[in-house]
């Protein structure tokens, strides 16, 4: 059925003045449970699949010029012993590109494709597809970061074969709850605008500030500001916040959460139940932002991941 022309004056109306748009359609509480335990399990995969943050092995900063990577303790970078040769090749950056070259007898596959090279233009994650230097169960990620003006060059290495995904910690979560699903209105701003953010290695970083959500929660109106990290090329909004339950039970410095495009109407979903810790919960090999200043909810958002480190199990809080 199509909806009568004062329903579309109506919704227009609270469109243009800047009011609350008519509620989304309702979720059945069972099939949104589903759904946070099919999230749950791809949230495993994300930390302890092969391309998860658990199997990162190492990160290093490197100058410009050539920097020798291997498995010999005389490499700048290096890589285990049992997974690369002794000299597996270097990193050269130069001032318009960043090349990898093998070492002789050394042939890497580069993005997947089948045909075996020697040499390969290196993609930061700051361009949209990142270039993957892959060697046996090796993969070696070039990163760019700013810090306070100036741009750092690194590499991120991964093994699929990490012991540590053998044996991976259970994550557990508060109990799903739909209340803690909510509607949100998303206000970007009138123009561009950025700010300044600190990281877990102190890099402070200026990065895209492109709106609000706004939102109620326990009966009072929240707002949260969205950032966007320079190299993350996903549509959906990129939420960073703090709230009473890190000081214990969620991880200290931030927990994130992915919120869809927003309607026509401005209309969006948190659903804090898909909160989640970011990367530095998991791995020294990371560069994970923190909130900007207000994205801090005074109350106890009890949804969503728990901090790994917290060992103290409550009787009636969450299990795995």
């Not at 959500?213 to 990290?229: A, D, K, N």
């Not at 970011?278 to 207000?294: E, I, L, M, Q, V």
Request: hydrophobic letters at 35%.
């Amino acid at each position: 059925m199509r909806p009568s022309l004062a329903c579309l004056i109506s919704i227009a109306v609270v469109a243009a003045c800047g009011g609350e748009p008519p509620p989304l359609p309702a979720v059945d509480v069972a099939v949104h449970r589903d759904s946070i335990d099919r999230w749950h399990n791809a949230r495993h995969l994300g930390i302890y699949g092969p391309r998860g943050w658990g199997a990162m092995v190492g990160m290093w900063w490197i100058e410009p010029g050539a920097t020798a990577i291997g498995s010999d303790s005389s490499n700048a970078m290096v890589l285990p012993a049992d997974r690369a040769p002794r000299r597996f090749g270097t990193i050269n950056v130069s001032a318009d590109s960043t090349w990898f070259a093998a070492a002789p007898g050394v042939t890497v596959t580069v993005d997947s494709l089948p045909d075996r090279v020697t040499t390969a233009r290196m993609r930061s994650d700051l361009q949209p597809k990142a270039t993957i230097v892959r060697y046996g169960s090796l993969m070696v990620h070039y990163i760019v970061r700013e810090d306070r003006g100036k741009y750092f060059h690194g590499i991120r290495v991964r093994d699929t074969l990490n012991p540590a995904l053998a044996n991976p910690k259970p994550l557990r979560y508060f109990p799903t709850d739909i209340a803690w699903r909510v509607q949100a209105k998303y206000t970007p701003l009138p123009r561009p605008d950025s700010v300044s953010i600190i990281g877990v290695l102190g890099m402070e970083t200026r990065m895209s500030y492109e709106g609000n959500l706004t939102f109620t929660l326990m009966g009072e109106r929240r707002s949260l500001m969205i950032i966007r990290e320079p190299e993350d090329h996903g549509k959906n909004l990129f939420v960073m916040f703090t709230d009473s339950t890190s000081r214990k039970e969620s991880y200290p410095s931030t927990r994130y959460v992915s919120v869809t495009p927003p309607d026509s109407l401005g209309r969006t979903v948190i659903d804090f139940n898909k909160a989640y810790n970011p990367p530095c919960a998991f791995t020294p090999y990371s560069t994970c932002p923190f909130p900007p200043r207000g994205n801090d909810l005074p109350l106890r958002v009890e949804a969503g991941e728990w901090n790994p480190h917290y060992v103290e199990i409550v009787a009636g809080k969450p299990g795995s």
